[in-house]
T-cell receptor
Framework: DQQVKQNSPSLSVQEGRISILNCDYT??????FLWYKKYPAEGPTFLIS?????DKNEDGRFTVFLNKSAKHLSLHIVPSQPGDSAVYFC???????????????FGEGTQLTVNP | NAGVTQTPKFQVLKTGQSMTLQCAQD?????MYWYRQDPGMGLRLIYY???????DKGEVPNGYNVSRLNKREFSLRLESAAPSQTSVYFC????????????FGPGTRLTVL
């Protein structure tokens, strides 16, 4: 039962263009969503997040959009740069209390390649 | 400030051998986690520790045990390794109040022959 799905294993875009990475979820209890970026032989690094009370969050070249009715979120990277080439993971969590650890459910990941 | 560190970086085991993966964080975070990453499956939670002295099972706990040694350290033990445990293992930590942002170590690549 894959509660967070990234249906595109890979995406290739030209430098300077927009990259759009998609993520779907099934669990309506999820109320916080994150994107992580992972380079080979390194651990994932946090990129950007969004709470379910918002539908958009922006940080420089990165924007995350959330469509709660469709249970869909997307990460937009504009403009894309060769250094953005990495695997991008979508993750989701449901609030479990201030003193509880957060349990993140990850998607399968999308390999983004930005060509010069 | 090293963040989250993991040892070893690489390990090859034979079926049936045991080993412990070590993880330490210097960010004074309360919560720590162990994940495994397999091709096409994202990261799956093995065990986590919400705070010092507590541990809970995640999505794929079978074949593993954990110890939250103190606030800084969280170890993962394979008592009798199996080829199905060949994977890349990541440790992470987070602080309640920094909602759900987990910080990951560099990973341990484990091969079980």
């Amino acid at each position: 039962d894959q509660q967070v799905k990234q249906n595109s294993p890979s995406l290739s875009v030209q430098e300077g263009r927009i990259s759009i990475l998609n993520c779907d979820y099934t669990n309506s209890m999820f109320d916080y969503f994150l994107w992580y970026k992972k380079y080979p032989a390194e651990g994932p690094t946090f990129l950007i997040s969004i709470s379910s009370i918002k539908d958009k969050n922006e940080d420089g070249r990165f924007t995350v959009f959330l469509n709660k009715s469709a249970k869909h979120l997307s990460l937009h990277i504009v403009p894309s740069q060769p250094g953005d080439s990495a695997v991008y993971f979508c993750a989701a969590s449901a609030r479990r209390g201030e003193t509880s650890g957060s349990r993140l459910t990850f998607g399968e990941g999308t390999q983004l390649t930005v060509n010069p | 400030n090293a963040g989250v560190t993991q040892t070893p970086k690489f390990q090859v085991l034979k079926t049936g051998q045991s080993m412990t993966l070590q993880c330490a964080q210097d960010m004074n975070h309360n919560s720590m986690y162990w994940y495994r990453q397999d091709p096409g499956m994202g990261l799956r939670l093995i065990y986590y520790s919400a705070s010092e002295g507590t541990t809970d099972k995640g999505e794929v706990p079978n074949g593993y045990n954990v110890s939250r040694l103190n606030k800084r350290e969280f170890s993962l033990r394979l008592e009798s390794a199996a080829p199905s445990q060949t994977s890349v293992y990541f440790c992470a930590s987070s602080q309640p109040g920094l909602r759900d942002t987990q910080y990951f170590g560099p990973g341990t690549r484990l091969t079980v022959l």
